[in-house]
Every structure is written in structure tokens, then in C-alpha cells.
């Protein structure tokens, strides 16, 4: 089979985590026994040896430049982006990063039949493929099977992020909800199959699309890039991991670090919190003037800094879909304590399961289950175990590749 993949962010080395690893894990299966043409953007950190190397993994790489991100182009181009959101329904972050040139050549690929299958990676990249559909009705409709791979539902995630008052700018968003509710609407119901993360994102999207074909491929872990910890390194060392420009990271490890820290170093004064992800912004590198603090930034290995920790924190208060970090941390043995939000997804504290990670929303419970895993050995053995095994079982790139790949063979 032809897949073509479509993805404006690019999607190696895979240790840049987020969307970048899902979509680089699942072109790596299906490359195994189909044809794969991946169409991607090129920022400005890609170094010429990356690109190398992710064309070895593809059948054809088809690279664009990204386009001038929308804070640099002023306040006209701001207003005209906002202005087509509200006459045609699609959001300035995606116009952000739409490309006509990218859009002719995929408009040409599919013009000469040389794909069955189109992948979006991300519901970015789903603007392609509605003016691919306006372009060429006939052979989209009737030959092409069309997928879009829903990392998180973005209407959802400007609720919650609202409804915790973490929002960037609140009025902003408050007026962009309902349009994101269409805009979501709208480019959900002209794919064939649609992927979710998690069930409580497939039924935010059912809501939407209640005909709509809809599967759940959790997130996924490369067992040999993470491997289980040989040895409980003890003490009182607190990690973090994840891209530091996210904004669900940010507010993460800034509400930890102002918060919950503290607390937990009236305790033990010798606590550290580690912050280790690509890109921190001013407001991460400026946690580090906090005592026991650590702003790490990008490392080649996360594993090495994950087996050094006595803890994993995910105190994620917004973001949706199973979180990579936290996936991770569980295979290479970290116990980890985390918000509903960084469990999302995972079966970790319930009656029918062995427990696999303590729970923690406010700042009490964090500190309750800090001290637990601090103060028992056994128990830190017993999550570390556990988390383990869970994802050696249910959330591997293999497990998630077959699913997609299924996704991707059935015929309408």
C-alpha cells in the first residue's frame, strides 16, 4: 500500500517527544511493509544529518520550509488570520503553518494516483486535505481512504485550559471555543476514519461526529530507548520531563515548582526538581534561581536523567491524550505521581488493577504521596514494577503500529 503522510511538524530524532514521536514510531512500523511518502516542514533547529536520516526511514521525504511564524508578521496578518477564522472556520495556528508550496506538491502527488491512503499527523494538517478535496472531488472521494490522527481534541483542550485559568490570554479564547467546536466539527466529518488517544477524547469527538469512524491508539513506548532502571537510586531527587515551550508543561512545572516544592522541602530539605525538555521559555529558566531547581533543557538521553530520580511528577492541569512523558517514566521503572490529567487514559489506581502510580491533584495529596514514595522503598519497588509491566503489555510502538495499520487497510 501507498500511504502518504502528512506532517507539518518534523518528526525526528524522536526524542523531541510530543508529536513528534508518535508520528515518527508509527511511520517506522508502517514502513516495514508498505510504501511510505512522508511531506513535512523544516524548522529551523533541523540539522542536514536529522534530515538524512529520516529519509533513510521513508520511501520519499518531501520537505518544506515553515512559514514565518504569525508573532513575527504583525498585526495586520494577526487580524486577517482571526478574520478567515471567523468567515471560513479554520484557526489562526493552523493557517500559521500552512503552505502553499506544500500544498501544491501534495495536490500533485494525489493528482497522479501515486497514494491510497493519506495520513494526517495531527489535526493540523487536515487543512491539505479539504482543499486537496475541493481540487480533485472525484479521485479523493472514490479511491482515497483519508485519516486524520487526532493527537488531542483542541476544542476540549481550550475548555479545560479556560476552566482552569491557565489560558494565555482568556478573552481570546473565551470568543475562539465556540469556533474551535465548529471548526472541529467540520474537518472531523470529511476524513473516513478518525484516530483518537484516549476514550474520553473518542467521546468528545462522537459528540461532534456521531457517524464517524473512530479509533483509540493509545500513545506508545520504544522498550529499548527506555529500559527498566536496574537499581532504585533512593533520596529525594523530583524529575520532569517535556518539551518546555509547551504550554501544558509550563504551567505544570511552574505550578510544582511555586507550589508544591516547597512544601515538599519543609520536609525534606534536600530536595531537587529537575526540568528536562527541549526549548524551556523565560518563565521555565527563570525556576532555576528557586532552590533546588534544575533547568536542564534538551538532552540526548532522557533515560539517563529518568533513572536518576527517585520520582516522576506529572502534574499536568490541562492537555489532553496519553501523555508520552508519562508512558516513559513507567518503562523505565520511575515511579511516578501524577494529576487525572498526566494519567489520562491509563488504568493505574483502580480496584481491578495493581496499583501503577499514585494520584495527585492538590497540593495536599502531592505532598502525601511525595512523602509516601520517599519514606517506603517497597512501594516505589511495587510502582516501578508495576508501571513496567503495563506498558510492556499495552502501550509499545508495535501495539500502536499494527492498530494504525489496520486503520489504514480498512476499506470503506
Known amino acids: 500500500m501507498n500511504i502518504l503522510m502528512l506532517s507539518s511538524t518534523f518528526p525526528y530524532p524522536p526524542t523531541r517527544g510530543g508529536t513528534q514521536v508518535r508520528t515518527f514510531n508509527l511511520l517506522k512500523y508502517l514502513s516495514q511493509r508498505h510504501s511510505i511518502t512522508l511531506v513535512t516542514q523544516r524548522e529551523g533547529d533541523v540539522t542536514d544529518a536529522e534530515v538524512a536520516e529520516l529519509c533513510d526511514c521513508v520511501d ?18 494577526k487580524i486577517q488570520r482571526f478574520g478567515k477564522f471567523l468567515q471560513q472556520g479554520t484557526p489562526p495556528s493552523v493557517l500559521n503553518r500552512y503552505s502553499v508550496e506544500m500544498q501544491t506538491w501534495i495536490d500533485n502527488w494525489v493528482e497522479a ?45 481550550c475548555r479545560n485550559q479556560l ?71 533512593g533520596g529525594h531527587r523530583l524529575i520532569f520531563i517535556g518539551a518546555m515551550d509547551n504550554l501544558a508543561n509550563i504551567d505544570a512545572v511552574c505550578f510544582f515548582s511555586n507550589e508544591v516544592l516547597p512544601e515538599i522541602q519543609k520536609l525534606y530539605p534536600d530536595t531537587t526538581f529537575d526540568i528536562v525538555g527541549s526549548h524551556p521559555v523565560s518563565e521555565v529558566l527563570a525556576l532555576a534561581q528557586k532552590p533546588g531547581i534544575n533547568v536542564i533543557g534538551r538532552v540526548p538521553s532522557m533515560v539517563k536523567y ?69 519514606e517506603h522503598p517497597h512501594l516505589r519497588s511495587q510502582l516501578s514494577d508495576n508501571g513496567r509491566q503495563l506498558v510492556k503489555t ?15 487497510l480498512k476499506r470503506d
Open 60 to 77: 520519499h521525504l518531501a520537505i518544506f520550509e515553515r512559514p514565518p511564524d504569525s508573532a513575527t508578521t504583525g498585526m495586520l496578518k
Open 113 to 157: 494516483g501515486k497514494c491510497d491512503v493519506i495520513t494526517c499527523e495531527h489535526s493540523v494538517n487536515e487543512v491539505y486535505v479539504r482543499s486537496l478535496r475541493q481540487a480533485t472531488p472525484t479521485h479523493f472521494t472514490k479511491q482515497l481512504k483519508t485519516i486524520v490522527n487526532i493527537h488531542s481534541s483542541v476544542y476540549a483542550t
Open 163 to 233: 476552566s482552569t485559568g491557565i489560558s494565555e490570554n482568556s478573552l481570546r479564547d473565551k470568543i475562539n471555543l465556540p469556533l474551535l467546536r465548529r471548526y472541529e466539527q467540520n474537518y472531523c466529518a470529511k476524513f473516513s476514519a478518525i484516530v483518537a488517544t484516549t476514550e474520553e477524547d473518542k467521546i468528545q469527538l462522537q459528540e461532534f461526529n456521531p457517524n464517524s469512524e473512530i479509533t483509540v491508539i493509545p500513545n506508545g513506548v520504544d522498550l529499548i530507548s527506555f529500559p527498566n532502571r536496574t537499581t532504585d537510586p
Open 306 to 374: 529518568l533513572h536518576q530520580a527517585t520520582i516522576c511528577v506529572v502534574p499536568m492541569r490541562t492537555g489532553f491524550g496519553i501523555k508520552n512523558k508519562t508512558l516513559e517514566a513507567m518503562a523505565a521503572g520511575v515511579p511516578i505521581v501524577a494529576s487525572d490529567r498526566g494519567l489520562e487514559g491509563l488504568a493505574v489506581d483502580s480496584a481491578n488493577h495493581p496499583l501503577r502510580a499514585l494520584r495527585a491533584n492538590k497540593l495536599p495529596e502531592y505532598v502525601t504521596a511525595i512523602t509516601q514514595l520517599f
Open 394 to 408: 499495552e502501550f509499545t510502538w508495535d501495539i500502536a503500529g499494527k492498530s494504525y495499520e489496520q486503520v489504514c
